[in-house]
Structure formats: C-alpha cells, structure tokens
C-alpha cells in the first residue's frame, strides 16, 4: 500500500513521521527489508554542499531621491547586471571585482551581504527626465534592501564527472589543480547523500518542490539550465544517472553562511558553495529501492580536463565508493582522489532538515509539475558571423 504527500503531511503534523537521513535509510533496508523499510519509514533527507557556479541572487534597492535609473551597477567593484528595472539587480556568484580580480566576485558579496557586512553600492545612469539622478556611491546591507533572494540556474548537480590531467602540466580548473600525468583525481558529488542520485527518475522532485536552502526554507523554481536525463546500463545491472539539475529560489535575509560560502579557485575565478538538502516522501517499494542506493552502485566518469574540447575522454568508470575510499586504480597506477564538496557539511544539512521535519517545522510539497523527459542538451552553434 503506497503512501501519498498529503498523509505523510499529516503524520508530521501529529508528530507521529518517521524520517531516516540517506545514509541511515541504508542499515534500515539492510536490517528490515525494501517492504518493511518502506512500510516504517515516511520520509529520506538528502543533501549536498559544494561549489555551484551558476548561482546568484536578485536584489531591490529602494528608491534614491533625486530617482535613478541604474543601468551600470556595481557592489564591492563588483558588476551586477542592471538591465531589469530601475533599482532591481542580479549579482552572479562568478563575476569578478574589477579592482581584485580572481579573489573576490560575486559569490563574495553574496556572502558578505549575508554576514551582514557593509556593500558599498555604485550606480551610474544616463538620466531621463522620470529618473534624473546620472549617479549614487552609497553603502547598504542586507537589511536595507526591499527585497534579497537567491536565484541559482543550475544546481545540485545529478552526478558530475570526476576530473584527472593526462598532460605533462599542472592545469587549473573548477575542478581544482589538476596535477600532472593522472596525479591526482577530484570529484564533487555526495554519493549516496546526493539529491537527485536518490530519486534518479524524478518521481517526487519538480517544480513546486520545497528544500533546505543555504539555511532556509526555499523552492525548486524550474529544471536547471543544461538539465538532460542520462541513464546508462553498465556491469552488474548497475544503471549510471548523470545530467539532472535543477533552478532553486529562496529568500536571502534568512540564509545562514554556514551553509553558503564563497570561493577562489586558482586561476579560474571565483564559485559559490551552496548546501542544499531535499526530503524525499517514501511513497512505495520503488521508491525505498531508489533510497536505499549505496557508494557501491554509483558510478561516474574519470574525465581528462588537459584535453582543450567539449568531447574530453573518459577514462574509466569508477564508483563513489572507490572515490572515497582515497585513491583508485588509473592509468596503470594508484592515484589519489579528493573532494571538492564537504561530505560532512552534507550530513549536518541532511540530519537538520530531518530534524526540522520531526518537529513539524518543515512540510513537503508536492511538485506542480514534474520535470520534463525529452530535453536535449545542445552545444553551442558556432559557425561565426557572415
């Protein structure tokens, strides 16, 4: 007998829900079965905390008087994309200071507006008789602002390649430093914890769908951009999922910087480490079988970034449990492997938001509309200009 959003809403509103993080649900299914598992357990917490560069947020400033239009926008030497309206922006978590280049951008200001530092705000216009005023240099904080939300395009991640360097030369990439001749490997996925990894098949994650955002309670607001369903069957019956994103939303005056941190990667600039954490309605056997997912049976690439294309080999398959256990066999050799996102930071998220839910704090919600299952991720058209 399956279970439906709504009577799980109603058992966290009695305080009688069972909620398992994704690695408890694991022992769980061990001990008592898919069927048993399925029948005591009523919602799995997920999470993830790693860099996200396609991250931003919208920000409203309030009218100054005289009234400007802001067209050119800057906060902290910052560029902030001004063409919305008259005093609305967004910020992009990789855009770079024009004054402190790859070390401070856009993920910093975001973090610093949170921590409730001082931005310092600069605006240029080209005047109009409705919005005279030609410039302002102001300072602000988060709480002068009329409205602050963080609005990610592309985040979560489904199951991003792992990344190694076949070339005779250190590289530097969002990836990390790659070292040379496959010296090391890196990976940003939380296995087994991972959102989308636990519910590979959208059943119960869409548009609509409420989640731990960086501190708060925020939205899935769309698929996220570059977002294909992959599905590969390989060895052992063992089905590789990849392509998954998603677009989320939430309110940045109640975000925490615990869970959203800025960073400099050297030599590529500057990303955003987002926590993210999606509870999952257990609503039959099918779905406990998707939940109880292990290191062991997630599988992705090993990909050489030295090569300067799209179309970069894979070199191999490898699961995240070899990942994490600090090296793997490549090329002929051991090689070390490490993470760029924190698996630990991943299940304090996963156990807060389970912990939000027992006390009836937080409520699933069913999508209003599911993801779609024929996108084509295309790339870019480039045939130059006639």
């Not at 190694?164 to 530097?172: E, G, L, M, V």
């Not at 990390?176 to 087994?192: D, I």
Request: glycine share 8%.
């Amino acid at each position: 007998m399956g279970k439906t959003f709504e009577e799980i809403n109603e058992k966290i509103r009695k305080g009688e829900v069972v909620v398992a993080t994704a690695e408890e649900i694991i022992d769980i299914v061990k001990e008592k079965g898919i069927k048993e598992a399925a029948r005591k357990v009523d919602v799995v917490t997920t999470a993830t905390f790693g860099p996200m560069c396609s991250s931003g947020a919208f920000v409203n400033f309030g009218h100054s008087d005289p009234p400007i239009r802001m067209n050119k926008v800057w906060l902290n030497d910052v560029p902030a994309y001004g063409g919305i309206a008259a005093v609305d922006a967004y910020i992009g978590a990789t855009e770079l200071s024009e004054s402190r280049g790859l070390e401070y951008g856009g993920a910093h200001v975001i973090e610093d507006l949170v921590a409730g530092k001082k931005v310092r705000l600069k605006a240029k216009s080209y005047g109009t008789d409705c919005y005279p005023r030609l410039d302002i240099d102001t300072d602000i904080t988060l709480k002068d602002l009329n409205q602050a939300y963080l609005f990610n395009p592309r985040n979560v991640y489904q199951n991003y390649s792992a990344a190694t360097n076949t070339s005779d030369q250190i590289i530097d990439t969002y990836m990390g430093t790659l070292l040379p001749r496959c010296g090391n490997v890196t990976y940003s996925t939380s296995g087994e914890l991972s959102p989308l990894l636990n519910d590979p098949e959208f059943r119960t994650i869409g548009i609509g769908t409420r989640i731990f955002l960086a501190g708060t309670q925020g939205y899935v607001a769309w698929e996220g951009t570059q977002f294909v369903r992959n599905k590969v069957e390989i060895e052992d019956g063992i089905t590789m999922y990849s392509g998954g994103t998603l677009a989320v939303i939430g309110d940045l005056k109640e975000m925490n910087t615990r869970y959203l941190r800025a960073a400099s990667f050297a030599r590529y600039g500057t990303t955003m480490f987002v926590g993210i954490g999606i509870p999952i309605p257990v609503l039959d056997e099918e779905m406990m079988e998707y939940l109880a997912v292990t290191n062991r049976e997630i599988y992705t690439g090993v990909v050489d970034y030295s090569v300067p294309s799209r179309s970069r080999p894979t070199l191999r398959r490898v699961s995240y449990e070899e990942l994490r256990s600090g090296s793997i066999e490549l090329e002929g050799k051991k090689v070390p492997t490490a993470p760029l996102s924190s698996l630990n930071r991943a299940r304090e998220i996963a156990n807060v938001l389970k912990e939000s839910i027992e006390r009836g704090e937080f409520f699933l919600q069913e999508p209003v509309q599911m993801m779609p299952t024929n996108r084509e991720f295309k790339p870019l058209k480039d045939v130059g200009v006639e």
